[in-house]
T-cell receptor, first 117, second 115 residues
Framework: GAVVSQHPSRVICKSGTSVKIECRSL??????MFWYRQFPKQSLMLMAT?????????EQGVEKDKFLINHASLTLSTLTVTSAHPEDSSFYIC?????????????FGPGTRLTVL | AQSVAQPEDQVNVAEGNPLTVKCTYS??????LFWYVQYPNRGLQFLLK??????LVKGSYGFEAEFNKSQTSFHLKKPSALVSDSALYFC?????????????FGTGTRLLVSP
């Protein structure tokens, strides 16, 4: 199947700093990318959906100014956690889909574990 | 709004025995159903999906799932469990009626296969 990579896989930062997470589709063009957040022993919660070249659509309760999403190309999306705080510590997973059709497969990255001290 | 329920937090089964992980869903349109598996500190791996057609879907690693429209269920099954099947399993649904066709996940079921 198609491959989605994330970088970094693990990051530790101080409170108040910003962290950028990259998500790349390696062998296909991702028209749509999704960012999820997963707390320990919990399910994946969708944070936002982005289509290449347009602004992301955020889920209710997700602060768009805190979680900046850029989907500048068909193979790269970035999530920037601005002024991170300990409560932002979580496992962030991106997902990419080729095309907009309902039957199109959605592929997941390996995740990034963010720890804010 | 679409939703998925996985009623069991954990399922315990002995190696070699059959396993079932339950999932029920709610959508306004037609469901597009998935099962994913997650190993510790890893992303999700696709197991199988149902779009249309045969209600019994076969997937990776010997897993299969049965779509039951009247019971709105999509239970995951395997005839003979392996210790290596121990992981976190997520059922997910995409409602064909939503704008971006968002994938909504259940809360997950931890499968523990004992030797």
């Amino acid at each position: 199947g198609a491959v989605v990579s994330q970088h970094p896989s693990r990051v530790i930062c101080k409170s108040g700093t910003s962290v950028k997470i990259e998500c790349r589709s390696l062998d296909f063009q991702a028209t749509t990318m999704f960012w999820y957040r997963q707390f320990p022993k919990q399910s994946l919660m969708l944070m936002a959906t982005s289509n290449e070249g347009s602004k992301a659509t955020y889920e209710q309760g997700v602060e768009k100014d805190k979680f900046l999403i850029n989907h500048a190309s068909l193979t790269l999306s970035t999530l920037t956690v601005t002024s991170a705080h300990p409560e932002d510590s979580s496992f962030y997973i991106c997902s990419a889909r080729e095309g907009g059709g309902v039957y199109n497969e959605q592929f997941f990255g390996p995740g990034t574990r963010l720890t804010v001290l | 709004a679409q939703s998925v329920a996985q009623p069991e937090d954990q399922v315990n089964v002995a190696e070699g025995n059959p396993l079932t992980v339950k999932c029920t869903y709610s959508v306004s349109g037609n469901p597009y159903l998935f099962w994913y598996v997650q190993y510790p500190n890893r992303g999700l791996q696709f197991l199988l999906k149902y779009i249309t057609g045969d209600n019994l879907v076969k997937g990776s690693y010997g897993f299969e799932a049965e779509f039951n429209k009247s019971q709105t269920s999509f239970h995951l099954k395997k005839p003979s469990a392996l210790v290596s099947d121990s992981a976190l399993y997520f059922c997910a649904v995409r409602d064909t009626n939503t704008g971006f066709q968002k994938l909504v996940f259940g809360t997950g079921t931890r499968l523990l296969v004992s030797p």
